[in-house]
């Protein structure tokens, strides 16, 4: 069934909540509502093909946090409460795809575009966006992006109308140099990624911040593969192995991880990873015990933080979704549909402008974590961490990653203000 087909309302609850194993009441608040009387969030990311997985996670990720708001009323507009509405498009993680599903979105009434699993999907629909609200000023839109995390689109390519709440790429990379600064024993590094903007703009970030507070290091490895496409990779491990290296630096996500560790782990490579990914989506299985001490992440929060409240949060995810395989939460998920929520109660309704006024100053918390939009370039600024990879139930591992049996524990969080970057947006605002 195409995602942009209206379904009746008792056959969507019966059959989808079914296939999804959601409750009748929580998928009420994702399927198509009569135009007016819900707020609709547009969910537009590639549930089939390379990435769906991410994309599945994403989605459970919003669908709980759209149900926190809803369970508590909704949000306040001129004509009333309203419940949020979640809306799946599948993009198929393609560009033109994703174009032709925004448009779908908005015709369906839609004026909030969520995104985040590719960043040149990103760019694309930041572009669009823009053009849209130029020609349409009634219908104008925001888009709100958890995870692409390009730094030009809060630095060049930023907008009024697109609000990032994942750390980029940069603040990443600048987590994980924290800990590698320190680590004398790496003296040697291999630097792999996906070739599009985002893989490309990791490895440029990493030869530039290795320079800087390691130039001890040597780069003996620097290569990009295509993106989401590889099937096997034991010729790059072979070529790891081969080099000497002493640690892995990669931004690669999805079954380009998964299938990158494993083949290392096959070729014999001892050394570490320094990845953005890691910490779930199958990387921690298919890392097995070769990983154990050697593998880190770096998130915006992780399962093992310390902390009564933080525990508290993942034991409530997991009452919502038990099923191992759907363990994957992300907390600042969680704070953008909460600041949506805030920025349209405050606003008094859902016109983009208003929101969007709103929203770059909004200021949220949850399991003692708060983020803070940047009003000048739009980008969330909150805490990050940093896990190395174990065995659940050691020191520190008190839950593991989709039953997995290897869990991570935190090693390092930097504040916001120690995560934050400067930035080179000049945003052009609407009069």
């Known amino acids: 069934m195409s995602p942009f087909q209206k379904i009746p309302r008792r056959a969507?609850?019966?059959?989808?909540?079914?296939?999804?194993?959601?409750?009748?009441?929580?998928?009420?608040q994702t399927a198509p509502q009569a135009?007016?009387?819900s707020v609709k969030l547009a969910l537009v990311e590639g549930l089939s093909g390379g990435n769906a997985n991410g994309g599945e996670a994403v989605f459970r990720n919003l669908v709980w946090a759209v149900e926190r708001v809803n369970q508590?009323?909704?949000?306040?507009?001129?004509?009333?409460?309203?419940?949020?509405?979640?809306?799946?498009?599948?993009?198929?993680?393609?560009?033109?795809?994703?174009?032709?599903?925004?448009?779908?979105?908005?015709?369906?009434?839609?004026?909030?575009i969520l995104q985040g699993n590719s960043s040149a999907v990103a760019a694309a629909l930041i572009e669009a966006v823009e053009k849209h609200n130029a020609r349409e000023p009634q219908r104008r839109v925001l888009f709100l992006n958890y995870s692409a995390v390009?730094?030009?689109?809060?630095?060049?390519?930023?907008?009024?109308?697109?609000?990032?709440?994942d750390a980029h790429a940069d603040m990443r990379m600048a987590a994980l140099m924290s800990l590698l600064r320190d680590d004398r024993?790496?003296?040697?590094?291999?630097?792999?990624?996906?070739?599009?903007?985002?893989?490309?703009?990791?490895?440029?970030?990493?030869?530039?911040?290795?320079?800087?507070?390691?130039p001890d290091v040597r780069i003996v490895g620097d290569e990009l593969h295509p993106l989401l496409r590889i099937k096997d990779f034991a010729p790059y491990a072979a070529k790891i192995?081969?080099?000497?290296?002493?640690?892995?630096?990669?931004?690669?996500?999805?079954?380009?991880?998964?299938?990158?560790?494993?083949?290392?782990?096959?070729?014999?490579?001892?050394?570490?990873?320094?990845?953005?990914?890691?910490?779930?989506?199958?990387?921690?299985?298919a890392i097995g015990d070769a990983g154990v001490g050697k593998v880190l992440a770096v998130a915006d929060w992780l399962p093992n933080m310390p902390g009564a409240a933080s525990e508290s949060f993942y034991v409530a995810f997991h009452r919502r979704y038990p099923n191992p395989a759907d363990d994957y939460?992300?907390?600042?998920?969680q704070l953008m549909v909460e600041a949506l929520a805030q920025a349209i109660d405050a606003a008094g309704g859902t016109e983009a402008v208003a929101v969007a006024r709103q929203l770059e100053h909004a200021q949220v918390s949850m399991t003692g974590q708060t983020g803070t939009?940047?009003?000048?370039?739009?980008?969330f600024q909150q805490p990050l961490v940093v896990g190395l990879m174990d065995r659940h139930g050691a020191p520190g591992v008190k839950f593991d990653v989709e039953g997995s049996g290897y869990g991570f524990r935190v090693v390092k969080v930097l504040s916001p203000a120690q995560a934050e970057m400067p930035t080179t947006c000049r945003m052009q605002r609407p009069a």
């Open 35 to 37: 135009a007016g009387r």
């Open 12 to 28: 969507a609850l019966k059959s989808l909540a079914a296939a999804l194993s959601l409750p009748a009441f929580a998928f009420a």
């Open 185 to 214: 024993a790496v003296t040697s590094a291999y630097l792999i990624g996906q070739d599009y903007s985002f893989g490309q703009g990791v490895l440029r970030e990493a030869r530039r911040q290795l320079a800087a507070q390691r």
């Open 373 to 379: 939009m940047r009003a000048s370039d739009h980008q």
């Open 150 to 165: 390009d730094p030009v689109l809060t630095n060049e390519k930023c907008s009024f109308w697109h609000f990032r709440f």
């Open 329 to 333: 939460v992300h907390l600042r998920m």
């Open 241 to 285: 192995k081969a080099s000497g290296a002493q640690a892995v630096i990669t931004g690669n996500f999805s079954s380009d991880l998964t299938l990158l560790v494993k083949a290392a782990r096959e070729a014999g490579f001892e050394g570490k990873f320094y990845t953005f990914y890691g910490n779930a989506l199958g990387a921690p299985a």
């Open 72 to 112: 508590r009323g909704g949000v306040k507009t001129a004509e009333g409460r309203k419940p949020l509405e979640l809306i799946r498009y599948d993009s198929k993680g393609q560009i033109e795809e994703a174009l032709s599903a925004m448009r779908s979105a908005i015709d369906d009434g839609a004026r909030f």
